[in-house]
């Protein structure tokens, strides 16, 4: 644990706090009037699931001869039916437990350089609760299950931050495992997002809107070849008054049933120019070994 740790702890936490009510569009006067009660609308995007079962009976031929084929595959007719067997396709790895994770994932206080991994006291970045417009643009603003579709069957969150840092970058690392081959439609659900939102749209706050101006692809991580798949975006966005040009990073990895999703932001309008490397190569790192 960093040796200032113990000193910088209120300050961690007021920096969380100042950068979320920046990013829900609370400005620095209306934070100074008192304004902290925000209140969160947390939208359940629930699909219903539609499963039809077909039973397909096989119909006995009038008679039974040792030329034709009785294996049950396509164009086969075995009389018995009993060669009909049940799916064998697999619904993708096990799903890891909350415990898996947080195994995997960084602990409290840990280091990476000069940044320092925390845990999430209020439940998570305020991000989890926005919503993007249109929907389909979802993916690209919150991967909770809150609000998507895809809901994780158990998640661990961590922030990266420089403590001492009032205004720095913060990055939110989440680790989130899913189960019967959710993380790698999941996977398809942001590679569509990342196309089909290339030119904008817009991400519903707590108390206000926020126009994404742009969607373009990001640099992937250095070790991107060991994992089954991964997207890189970048974020053009303009403040919730229309008037400065915000830049944020957004890196999902996927490693069989689970994903690790990286988000990128510092409040004002410099560009952080991605997901700092050693974050995501410690994480990985300690997700492999795991």
């Given amino acids: 644990m960093q040796h200032n740790r113990g000193a910088s702890i209120k300050n961690d936490g007021l920096q969380h706090d100042l950068q979320n009510l920046q990013r829900a569009g609370i400005s620095n006067s209306e934070m100074g009037a008192g304004m902290f009660g925000v209140g969160i609308r947390r939208g359940r995007w629930r699909r ?150 290339a030119g904008g749209f817009t991400e519903e706050r707590a108390l206000a809107s926020a126009k994404y101006l742009k969607v373009e692809p990001a640099e992937a991580p250095d070790f991107a070849a060991e994992a089954d798949e991964v997207e890189a975006f970048r974020f053009t966005i303009l403040d919730v008054k229309g008037k400065l040009k915000l830049y944020e990073y957004l890196t999902v990895v996927r490693s069989g049933s689970t994903t690790l999703a990286f988000r990128g932001e510092i409040p004002g309008t410099k560009d952080i120019g991605g997901i700092p490397q050693d974050i995501m190569t410690a994480q990985w790192t300690k997700f492999r070994a795991a």
Avoid: N, W
């Fill in 48 to 197: 219903a699931a539609a499963v039809t079962i077909a039973v397909v009976m096989a119909l006995g031929a009038t008679a039974c001869s040792s030329d034709k084929d009785s294996s049950g595959g396509p164009g086969g007719s075995g009389g018995s039916g009993k060669d009909d067997k049940p799916s064998a396709a697999a619904h993708g790895p096990r799903a890891l437990s909350e415990a898996q994770l947080k195994a995997a994932s960084f602990t409290d206080g840990q280091t990476v350089g000069k940044y320092t991994a925390s845990e999430y006291t209020l439940g998570g970045p305020l991000g989890d609760a926005y919503t993007a417009d249109p929907a389909g643009c979802q993916p690209l603003v919150g991967l909770a299950a809150d609000v998507s579709d895809h809901d994780p069957a158990a998640q661990v969150q961590r922030k990266v931050d420089i403590p001492d840092e009032m205004l720095g970058i913060t990055v939110d690392v989440t680790l989130r495992s899913y189960s019967d081959g959710d993380a790698a439609e999941l996977m398809k659900a942001l590679d569509k997002a990342g196309k089909d939102c």
